[in-house]
């Protein structure tokens, strides 16, 4: 596999896995790092940054679709929604830190859209967090 399409496939597996579709980059990222064609550091770069990329996408869905909270269609229920606003206001901003965990990490980054949590306070919480797990998966490598 040339680099280009390395890095190509690491960041879209990255960017899918961090929105709500379900996806695993860490495994992308584990093959190519024992492949030891790429350097390290690049891969976890590229990495964070689809990742990262993928967590905004999802905190700018949770900013639009805030408005359409009372129609039929919306994936959430009002009582799930309030659970989730709840957990965040409880915990803030810092709660951003557990983005990268499976299963809620994605939702606590709509739940930041919907709570108009600032941009560059979910940037620089959620690149800590990704590029910290991804940190400590090529170490355990």
Known sequence: MSDYAAYLTLFTSALVAATLLPAQSEAVLAGLVLGGQQP?????????????????????????????????????????LARAERHYRRWGKWSLLLSWAPLIGDPLTVVAGILRERLWVFLLLVTVAKLGRYLVLVWLL
């Open 40 to 80: 390290v550091a690049v891969l976890v770069t590229v990495a964070s940054i689809g990742n990262v990329l993928g967590a905004v996408i999802n905190w700018a869905l949770g900013r639009g679709i805030e408005r359409f909270r009372e129609r039929r269609w919306f994936p959430v229920g009002p009582q799930a």
